[in-house]
Nanobody, 120 residues
């Protein structure tokens, strides 16, 4: 599975930005898609995930501001980021999980990362 992300860039505090990610390759086993982010000097952290069945997880600091969406007809995930904060500045990574292998391994996939910078 290959993940191609787009969007992001420079935004202002209080403004909005959007991210999109399209999966290609062996997409039929994908069960979860979403976004992680990594700010300078910090560990990578989950931002939002959405399962095939529609269950959603958001990190606490983005609840009510960010919205994750998935297109059921396409292997695509988007992240609408509203009311941006300076602390949202990070490299955002598209993420996907697939069905566990018979050996019990959980396949995970990462996009190349896209920079989001929020200015005050």
């Amino acid at each position: 599975v290959q993940l191609q992300a787009s969007g992001g860039g420079l935004g202002q505090a209080g403004g909005s930005l959007g991210l999109s990610c399209v999966a290609s390759g062996n997409i039929f086993g994908i069960t979860v898609m979403g976004w992680y982010r990594q700010a300078p000097g910090r560990e990578r952290e989950v931002v939002a995930l959405k399962t095939n069945s529609g269950n959603v997880h958001y990190m606490e600091s983005v609840k009510g501001r960010f919205t994750i969406s998935r297109d059921g007809a396409k292997p695509m995930v988007t992240l609408q980021m509203n009311t941006l904060r300076v602390e949202d500045t990070a490299v955002y990574y598209c993420y996907a999980e697939a069905i566990k292998t018979p050996a019990g391994d959980l396949p995970t996939y990462w996009g190349q990362g896209t920079l989001v910078t929020v200015s005050s």
